[in-house]
C-alpha cells in the first residue's frame, strides 16, 4: 500500500535542507513513495511517419484519443544525433560531482540547471533522478550561453538533436491541426515559443524500486513532449485506471501530448498521468518540452467551440497555467491526479 504522506512533510523538509547534496547521496527509501507494482506492459500506438500524410494524421489523431501517448517511428531523426546525444549525457552524469556543482539549483524559474528530485511541487516528498534541463527559445534565443561547456561536446551535440526533435514536434503539431481541422500554422507562434527544454534525466539505481519512485504521477504542462526512450523500462502511464509499463519499438520517440493541448482541443486530446519507477539498474532518458511563451493566452479554439459544444477549459496565460497548477499540487496529498475540469473548477 502507498503510505499516507501527511508524515512525510517534516522528513520532507529535512531533506530539502540537504538538498545541495542530493545528486552525491542516496535517497532514504522511507521518504519515498511506493510504487504500486505494475504487471501490465502495453505498446502505445506506433505511428509510422513514412506512411501516406492522411494515413499518418489518422494514426496520430486515433492514438491520441484512445491512448494519450503514440510512439513514432521513421521519425527523420538521424540515428547518429541521437547516439550522440545518448553518449554526451552518459558523459555528463560520468563527471565529478565537484564538475556539475556548480550547475546544481532548485530555482524552478531558471532555465538551465542540474537538479535532484522534481520540479513538481509534491508536498516535501523527494524522487530519485538527476536531470539536466537545457533550455533555449526558437527560433534565436541566447541561453545557450549558459549550458555547460563540460562535457566539451555536449552545447554541439545538444543544439543539434533539440533542433531535430523540436522540428519533430512541430511537424507533428501540424499534422495534428490537419487532423484536428485547425489552420495550419495553429500552433506556429506564441503558443510554441516560449523555452524548448530538453532535459537529461537520470534515474540512478535503486536498492528496493519496489519503494522508489523515479517522477511522480504527473501530466506535462507544455505542449507537447517527445520521449527517447530507454532500453531499461520505467515510463508507466495510467491506462483505465491501471498503471502500465509503456514500452516501445526500436528506433522509436515516445509522444506525450501536453495540457495545453488538451485545452487548446477542449479535451478531444486528453494529457495522461504517467510516473517513472526505478531499477536496480540505471536508467537514461532524454525529454524535449515544447512551451508557450509565459504571457501566451491558452484556451480552446474557436473551431472546437459551438452551441452544443461549449468551452471545458478556462482560458489563461501559461505562465498563470503554471502557477495555479503549482498551488493545486501543494496541496494534494497522495495521488497527483490531474484531472484538469476538476482544478479549474475549484480555482
Ligand atoms: C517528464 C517525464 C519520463 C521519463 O519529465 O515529464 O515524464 O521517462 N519523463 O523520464
Ligand atoms: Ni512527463
Redesign the pocket.
Known amino acids: 500500500m502507498i503510505p499516507h504522506s501527511s508524515s512525510h512533510s517534516s522528513s520532507g523538509k529535512m531533506l530539502q535542507t540537504t538538498a545541495y547534496h542530493a545528486p552525491l547521496l542516496e535517497y532514504s527509501n522511507e521518504l519515498l513513495r511506493q510504487p504500486a507494482n505494475s504487471a501490465i506492459a502495453l505498446l502505445p500506438p506506433v505511428v509510422d511517419m513514412s506512411s501516406n500524410r492522411d494515413e499518418v494524421c489518422r494514426a496520430i489523431l486515433d492514438g491520441g484519443k484512445e491512448f494519450g501517448f503514440i510512439q513514432v517511428v521513421n521519425h527523420g531523426v538521424p540515428e547518429q544525433a541521437i547516439r550522440d546525444m545518448e553518449l554526451v549525457s552518459q558523459e555528463f552524469f560520468q563527471l565529478s560531482a565537484a564538475d556539475k556543482a556548480h550547475l546544481y539549483s532548485e530555482d524552478t524559474n531558471k532555465p538551465t540547471r542540474f537538479f535532484s528530485g522534481t520540479t513538481f511541487e509534491t508536498g516535501g516528498d523527494k524522487y530519485s533522478m538527476n536531470t539536466l534541463r537545457l533550455a533555449y527559445s526558437f527560433p534565436n534565443g541566447d541561453s545557450s550561453k549558459e549550458w555547460p561547456s563540460s562535457p566539451p561536446k555536449l552545447r554541439e551535440v545538444a543544439m543539434k538533436y533539440m533542433e531535430l526533435t523540436r522540428g519533430l514536434g512541430m511537424e507533428l503539431l501540424r499534422l495534428l491541426c490537419e487532423g484536428l481541422g485547425l489552420r495550419s500554422d495553429y500552433f506556429e507562434g506564441d503558443i510554441s515559443r516560449g523555452d524548448t527544454a530538453l ?1 537529461l ?1 537520470q ?1 540512478p539505481p535503486s536498492s528496493d524500486p519496489s519503494m522508489t519512485l ?2 511522480p504521477p ?1 501530466c ?1 504542462r507544455n505542449l507537447i ?1 517527445i ?1 527517447l ?2 532500453a531499461v523500462k ?2 508507466q502511464i495510467l491506462y483505465n485506471g491501471d498503471w502500465i509499463d509503456a514500452q516501445s519499438v526500436p528506433n522509436a520517440f515516445i509522444v ?1 501530448f501536453g495540457l495545453q493541448l488538451e485545452v487548446v482541443t477542449n479535451g478531444i486530446l486528453k494529457s495522461i498521468e ?1 510516473r ?1 519507477v526505478t531499477n536496480s539498474v540505471s536508467r537514461l ?1 532524454i ?1 524535449t ?1 515544447i512551451h508557450p511563451t509565459e504571457n501566451c493566452l491558452i484556451g480552446p479554439a474557436d473551431e472546437f467551440l459551438t452551441e452544443d459544444n461549449l468551452p471545458l477549459y478556462r482560458a489563461m496565460t501559461f505562465g498563470d497555467f503554471k502557477r495555479i497548477y503549482n498551488v493545486i499540487k501543494l496541496d494534494s496529498s497522495l495521488n497527483l491526479t490531474t484531472n484538469l475540469r476538476d482544478i479549474q473548477e475549484n480555482i
Request: proline share 5%; glycine share 16%.
Open positions: 532535459s534525466f534515474y523515479g517522477l504527473h506535462d513532449t520521449l526512450p530507454s520505467g515510463l506525450n504517467h517513472v532518458s525529454g518540452f
